[in-house]
């Protein structure tokens, strides 16, 4: 899907903001996507090499649907490349050993007979394994289930609009507060914009978003970053955009810098919600306070998490604080 037959075979995909020119016999960047005599081909169409039940907060979706149960899936491959990533075995490895045949029939299926309510395409990038999740999330809205992303934001516009009536809620990961440098030296992503690009298209669709931000230290941690941030975020996609900063642990490659101090967590929260964010989270930090949803106007403790957890529902059903009645931005049910 979505690319351009150009002349003399090449192609030219347009699924990522990569937009790699393929010779004949060539693969993307990805190395997912083949060009076969002018013809892009997905090598990752149904190849599973993950599948799991997760509850939704761990992708982190704390405004969506708060606790449902969502089946997990991912193909091998990744458009980018980070030396820190935390699924580098199936991400960074880029083979398709180690992977079961999982169609999107058999994927709605197993979602539905495990009493999940939605599937999350996850674990590596979406963007890579499209098609499959496309026909996937297209068959899952048939049986009454919503779709989700977890990505990397590196998706074209034409890429968001497609499959736009089908997705219902996207988690978006920036690294290091968006800083280009960092993409650069850490992640080999030569230009951050159509990130950008990407969550203007999906707010223009009415799909339901949060934010996440690693916080790298050393590399990534850069208040000013984080700040501008979060006035971007508040600016363009709303002020009741829930932004979850992440507390980064050394793994792959990265593996000579600490974890982040919990006080840094802190400090960029607080910036984040001078920003004018409501809704700010500490991620990766088990029963610490800004786990929790309070009220944006009276701090009134709405939801109470213990990691992945709800362990305390205070909203009203009309979806308001119950001292207050401010109206909490709560997308869906809750299970
Ligand atoms: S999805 Fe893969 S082939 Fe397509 S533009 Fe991105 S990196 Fe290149």
Redesign the pocket.
Known sequence: MLYDALPDRHVR????????M?NEGK????L??VNEKGVLFTQSYARSCSASIDPIEKKPLFHFNPGARVFSVASPFC?FFCSFCDNWIISQQRRLTDTKELTPTSLVNAAQRLGCQGISYTYTEP??FYEWAYDSAKLAHEKGLFNTFVTNG?LTPEAVKTISPYLDATTVDFKGGGDPVFYRDQMRVPQVEPIYECLMELKHCGIHLEITNLLVPKYGDSMTHLRDLAIWICENLGEETPFHLLRFFPNYELIDVPQTPVSTVEEARKIAIDAGLRYVYAGNIPDHPWENTYCPKCHELLIERHGFNIRKWAITSDKTCPKCRTKVAITGGHY
């Open positions: 995909c347009n699924l990522c903001g990569r937009r790699c393929i693969s993307g960047l990805c997912a996507r458009n963007t890579v590196y």
